[in-house]
């Protein structure tokens, strides 16, 4: 046991030094994440406080529980992923440990005294949130909260041990851009969204889970339109299938940024990879605005056309499609790498505009300019990843 408490000692000091190391880079991600989810805690709990409460106290309560249940899910589902990552990557401690040969018991001791360290790291910050700024419940509720927490966060751990010890899987060769066969012009530009394009929808399984979401937010959607639901519901529906299109963009891009070294060795430009990464989002938008597009004219033919006004309509559009459109423009702002960070700033500035285009449609045109600024306070950043 005293083995592993010295070890235990030595992982944190690694981890100490690691951030020493890297500590102006670690205030600045650290002062801007702070920044954005305090924002982000400020406009929710006042709009459940002040909006919501006048309206209806039951809804209110019940818009704060969801939330709640959100960030704790999304606390837990992070807490078992990080989890399987820390406790079996061979880059990790405990593996370097077991290479220098370690005993298999002294290793079981480490990780279970790694175990609370990292659920107190993740549950600690979420239930604080909570707590301060959504719900207000008894003892009891929390540890039902906390009980339901660890269990999707066993959950979690177990979809990724299973992904892991998947054998090596019969992939077959990605298509070469779609242009070659049209015409004798073969732009870098459009190999390299093809290429993109396929990976992420089909490589990438976490970027596929949230495009399954967007899917099936689309289906809401129409469904809440199908069945004449007020508005604001359609607008909640509609943005959800944004924002989940969203996600998948940002997990697929930040693992991408990784391995960015092979395309510089390429050649490849800081333009050259920023309009790959627009055209990305553009057309992931296209096809959802396609799909909307199809399931409406559905909608319209089942539905009495009165009850359906095409203003609305395109403003469903236009909020579906924001969230994916300005993804580029945010991915490398803070830390590409990171993809809690761009998520967290996406909703933030998805929130904005989509509110925006709910009150006026033409605060679509407001999407183009922040594209354009994003573009240029990204400048070359391509190059320092």
């Not at 809401?220 to 339109?225: G, Q, S, W």
């Not at 309009?275 to 597009?293: D, H, N, P, T, Y």
């Not at 605060?363 to 922040?370: G, H, M, N, R």
Request: proline share 4%.
């Amino acid at each position: 046991m005293f083995r592993a408490l010295t070890l235990y000692a030595l992982s944190a000091r690694q981890l100490i030094r690691r951030l020493i190391s890297h500590l102006g880079e670690e205030l600045v991600i650290g002062s801007c994440s702070l920044i954005l989810v305090a924002l982000f805690y400020y406009i929710f709990s006042d709009f459940i406080a002040h909006e919501v409460q006048a309206i209806s106290p039951e809804l209110s309560q019940t818009l704060g529980t969801a939330l709640a249940f959100l960030v704790l899910s999304a606390s837990a589902m992070k807490a078992g992923a990080y989890l399987c990552i820390s406790l079996a990557q061979p880059e990790q401690f405990a593996a370097f440990a077991a290479r220098l040969g370690e005993s298999p018991r002294v290793l079981t001791y480490l990780r279970l005294l790694w175990l609370p360290s990292l659920l107190l790291y993740f549950y600690v910050p979420s239930f604080v949130l909570v707590s301060c700024g959504f719900v207000h419940w008894h003892t009891e509720n929390y540890a039902g909260a906390f009980a339901c927490c660890l269990l999707i966060t066993a959950l979690s751990w177990g979809v990724c041990r299973i992904q892991e010890n998947k054998g090596p899987q019969q992939l077959t060769l990605l298509s070469p851009s779609p242009w070659k066969r049209i015409t004798v012009i073969d732009h870098p530009l459009i190999t390299m969204w093809w290429w993109r394009f396929q990976q992420l929808v089909f490589r990438h399984p976490r970027a596929r889970v949230f495009l399954l979401l967007g899917s099936a937010g689309l289906l809401l959607t129409n469904y809440c339109l199908l069945k004449s639901a007020a508005d604001l519901l359609v607008v909640v529906a509609a943005y959800f299938t944004g924002i989940a299109v969203a996600f998948s963009l940002i997990l697929f891009i930040a693992d991408d940024c990784k391995s960015l070294w092979i395309e510089k060795e390429c050649g490849v430009s800081h333009n050259l990879f920023f309009a790959s990464l627009e055209l990305l989002g553009l057309s992931i938008g296209a096809v959802f605005l396609v799909l909307q597009g199809s399931l409406m004219g559905l909608v319209w033919g089942f539905a009495a056309p009165p009850t359906l006004g095409g203003l609305l309509m395109l403003k469903i559009v236009a909020i579906m499609i924001t969230p994916s459109c300005i993804v580029p423009a945010l991915a490398l702002q803070i830390d590409g790498k990171r993809p809690g960070v761009q998520m967290i700033s996406v909703i933030l500035v998805s929130l904005l505009l989509t509110t925006a285009i709910f009150a006026q449609l033409l605060s679509v045109l407001l999407l183009p300019l922040v594209s354009s600024y994003g573009r240029s306070s990204q400048r070359d950043r391509y190059y320092y990843l």
